[in-house]
């Protein structure tokens, strides 16, 4: 998908929560700690402390790391 923003390409992956907000990609696992150092080794991007409504399942998601947005299907 392309970024509705700036057109560059957009990354997939899913918006987790565990004690806060994160985008992981595509293909990566879940760290092991939530430590910084660990959450960039699995290229996952955390985001602000937003309220976030509790997902049955953690909802697809598409991130542009160049604009630094994120478009989540919430349905």
């Known amino acids: 998908m392309k970024c509705p923003f700036c057109g560059q390409e957009m990354e997939q992956g899913k918006l987790r929560s565990r004690g806060g907000l994160f985008f992981l990609p595509e293909g990566e696992g879940l760290p092991k700690l939530y430590t910084w150092r660990e959450m960039e080794k699995h290229r996952?991007?955390?985001?602000?402390?937003?309220?976030?409504?509790?997902?049955?399942?953690?909802?697809?998601?598409?991130?542009?790391?160049?604009?630094?947005?994120?478009?989540?299907?919430?349905?």
């Open 44 to 75: 996952a991007v955390y985001l602000p402390p937003y309220a976030l409504r509790w997902w049955a399942d953690y909802p697809a998601a598409q991130i542009c790391r160049f604009c630094s947005k994120i478009v989540v299907d919430y349905n």
